[in-house]
């Protein structure tokens, strides 16, 4: 199978298990996920299957939303309430002072990654050196809060909408947001509702799909790779350019037809062959990236 699958992760899953178990489901090996989302996190997790694996870093790097629920008064190791907790302080800060704190972090803002995190420092994972105890320095990485909406504030619980760029860790967000109010905060729950087009309420449990599987009905729950460039200009090749395309060279396409620009191109026969970029000077579309091979 080729395409995209709106995975809905469950509690208690990592984004590696939800891969390892559709491996599983539908009997191949070329599956990916496109953000990791922690075991406690549930939500919206974009699965490439087949060619559609190509799709992985481009999906990684798409605009996310999450629901948090946001704890004042407690610290925790990992960010987020099921850590060890470091320190509790009362909350003496007025709904209006969080309200004022929380919307401050929206724009673009340095942050620092959490140890328990998969990201690398010399080539170990932070959260293997987080559990042996170890804390190194992590550099500060620009990431941008672009809205956050508070739905309701009972403190010392805020729940609350966050739209966001890539990379951004909405535990340190509370973490960063406790700090900021001299008490402290930790991440209570998190589901993401949206990774790019990808919306929560289209998601599929791991257990829906094996239905739809025996159903005989999953192919037509899968997006196919072509349609995350239906907003690309569409470049139909004649019969001369066959071998081309076959090869993975660049087309030279005369006139002036083209503007600059991505655009999708399709085969002779109307298989969708992949995103090309036409090189106004050289009169060539130079293949991007390709997904026939």
């Not at 599929?204 to 899968?222: A, P, S, W």
Request: proline residues 5%; neutral net charge.
């Amino acid at each position: 199978m080729d395409g995209i699958l709106n995975i809905y992760k469950e509690k208690g899953y990592t984004s590696h298990d939800v891969v390892a178990k559709l491996r599983g489901i539908l009997k191949q090996k070329k599956i990916g996920h496109t953000g990791t989302l922690d075991p406690d996190a549930v939500g919206v997790l974009p699965v490439c299957l087949g060619k559609a694996t190509k799709l992985c870093d481009m999906l990684t790097d798409t605009t996310k939303e999450y629901r948090a629920v946001l704890l004042l008064g407690v610290e925790t190791d990992t960010q987020d309430l099921g850590g060890t907790i470091l320190s509790e302080h009362p909350v003496t800060a007025s709904v209006e002072e969080v309200e004022q704190a929380i919307l401050s972090f929206v724009g673009p803002y340095e942050q620092v990654p959490p140890m328990y995190s998969a990201l690398k420092v010399g080539g170990q994972k932070l959260c293997d050196l987080a559990r042996q105890g170890k804390t190194v320095e992590r550099k500060a990485r620009r990431v941008e809060i672009f809205s956050i909406s508070i739905h309701r504030m009972e403190l010392p619980h805020i729940e609350m909408t966050v739209s966001c760029s890539k990379g951004t860790y909405i535990r340190t967000l509370c973490h960063d947001i406790g700090q900021a109010l001299g008490c402290g905060g930790a991440m209570e729950e998190l589901t993401r509702t949206r990774s790019g087009r990808f919306l929560l309420e289209e998601g599929m449990t791991l257990k829906q799909v094996e239905q739809f599987r025996d159903e005989g009905l999953l192919k037509e729950r899968i997006l196919p790779v072509e349609a995350m460039f239906e907003h690309l200009p569409q470049y139909r090749c004649p019969e001369e350019f066959g071998n081309a395309l076959k090869n993975g060279n660049p087309l030279k396409v005369s006139g002036n037809s083209l503007t600059p620009g991505d655009y999708r191109v399709i085969g002779p026969e109307g298989d969708f062959v992949g995103i090309y970029h036409w090189e106004q000077g050289q009169k060539l579309l130079k293949p991007k990236k390709l997904f026939f091979l």
